[in-house]
């Protein structure tokens, strides 16, 4: 018979969450975000999204991605795919996490149809670009979990 206080369970991590869109036009290239020099993404780009805030786990998922991408592109109109396309990690570092500490991140992915609206960059952002991954290297524009993300969506069709 073993010993129940010798069985150590191994320790649990927590995540935060963010959703991400992959908006696409009607000739299939996707938006991308240029993020701020300072941020950890600097010199790169980032899908449009966020993460879930602090007394929104009961706010249906598609609500607060339509609440992020919002406050970051502005009101544009759109159709949302309900269900996640994508998923993928990213760590956000020591230096930038508000609790000084590497915070793991899962990004679920969902896809959209742009169809109008002009698109208005929030301070988080510097500009955007609209990129068709098919033919242009987008691998050097995104790191981490957009790479990820997208990899995943588009099943190695990327150029």
Partial sequence: MK???SMH???REFYQISLKMILKDSSGKILLMKAQEKDYYGGYYDLPGGRINVGEFT???TDILRREV???IGDIQYELNPRPVAVARHMIPAHISSLKRDVPN???LYEAKY???EIKVSKE???YGWFDPQKEDVSKLLKSGNLEGLKMYLGGRMN
């Fill in 3 to 5: 010993n129940h206080n």
């Fill in 115 to 117: 169809t109008g609206g």
């Fill in 59 to 61: 706010v249906p998922l």
């Fill in 125 to 127: 952002h510097t500009g």
């Fill in 106 to 108: 899962l990004y679920l």
């Fill in 70 to 72: 919002r406050e970051e």
């Fill in 9 to 11: 369970k191994p320790a």
